[in-house]
């Protein structure tokens, strides 16, 4: 793991925050996550304007391009072996309450090996919502303890990836991953109305293989052929089963999906 913090790669030993950081107080901070090929962090472009989307909805002022761009390039320049990098933002050393207060925000970054994804995954539906209607709706927050406890309900479950629905019983994510399935042939996933998140790989595949936005209840998932999810540590993963419920791994449209997002992404590494 290396560590770029408030302006320069640091020793982890050297890397200190403040015990009344913001981010790690109340979760008041953005963030993403995206993969690095070769030294090259995929999709950067993308990663930075959903970035800048997300500090808009919490009111937190993100740094420029410039300097995360700046930050990125240190940071794979001290780790040539990175698999993987997370930039956070916070709000930085505030007062104990909610309110944020002025200071400067934090800005972190780390990077580290990337796991290989498995061959495929299984879900399982939760039995939270994902509030559609919530006012960081579609925002990458560290407010992450939901998807925590999701997940090791999914875990628990024995199953690799938790399945949010909306308030209104709609399909929307999963705790890391967005969700897309096969109906009569077409590729589905779910629209950004029910308050997934606006995944970069979700984008990609949308416009690379064609996928349909939809608003549709989980029901949807007992007429689907194949079942598959996305992100940016994953790219596309088929999945095997959900709720127990079995789907081919190797299903047209999702070997598809998959080798023209493999191909693309090759080819172009900042979409
Ligand atoms: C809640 C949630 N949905 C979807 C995704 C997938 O997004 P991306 O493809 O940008 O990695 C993530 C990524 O971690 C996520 O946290």
């Keep these: 793991m290396t560590v770029w ?6 020793a982890d030993e050297d890397a200190r925050l403040s015990v009344r950081d913001h981010g790690l107080t109340v979760g008041d901070g953005v963030f993403e996550t995206m993969k690095v090929e070769s030294g090259v962090p995929f999709a950067l472009s993308r990663h930075l304007a959903r970035l800048h ?29 990175a698999g993987r990098v997370r ?7 505030g007062p104990p309450g909610t309110e944020r207060g002025g200071a400067m925000p934090t800005l972190l970054l780390v990077s580290g090996p990337r796991v290989p994804a498995a061959a ?5 539906t939760v039995p939270w919502a994902r509030n559609e209607r919530s006012a960081i709706a579609g925002a990458k927050t560290t407010s992450y303890a939901e998807n925590v406890v999701a997940l090791a309900h999914a875990r628990a479950s024995g199953a690799d990836e938790a399945l949010f629905l909306d308030t209104r019983g709609n399909l929307c994510e999963g705790t890391g991953s967005n969700v897309f399935f096969v109906l009569d042939g077409r590729l589905l996933t779910p629209a950004l109305t029910t308050g997934c998140l ?12 064609g996928a349909t936005e939809v608003e549709l209840p989980r ?7 194949e079942v598959l999810i996305t992100s940016s540590t994953r790219d596309v993963q088929p999945v095997h089963s959900v709720d127990g419920r079995t789907y081919p791994v190797d299903g047209s449209v999702t070997r598809e999906a998959a080798a023209t997002f493999a191909r693309l992404s090759r080819e172009r590494l900042d979409p």
């Design 5 to 10: 913090l408030n302006g320069g790669v640091l």
């Design 53 to 81: 989307t997300s500090g808009q909805r919490l009111g937190l002022a993100v740094p420029s391009d410039d300097t995360l761009r700046a930050a990125v390039s240190e940071l794979l320049a001290a780790d040539g072996s």
């Design 219 to 225: 029901v949807a998932l007992d007429e689907a052929s």
């Design 198 to 209: 606006a995944g970069v790989t979700r984008g990609l595949v949308i416009e690379w293989s």
């Design 87 to 93: 930039i956070t933002v916070t709000g930085g050393d």
């Design 120 to 124: 495929s995954g299984s879900l399982v």
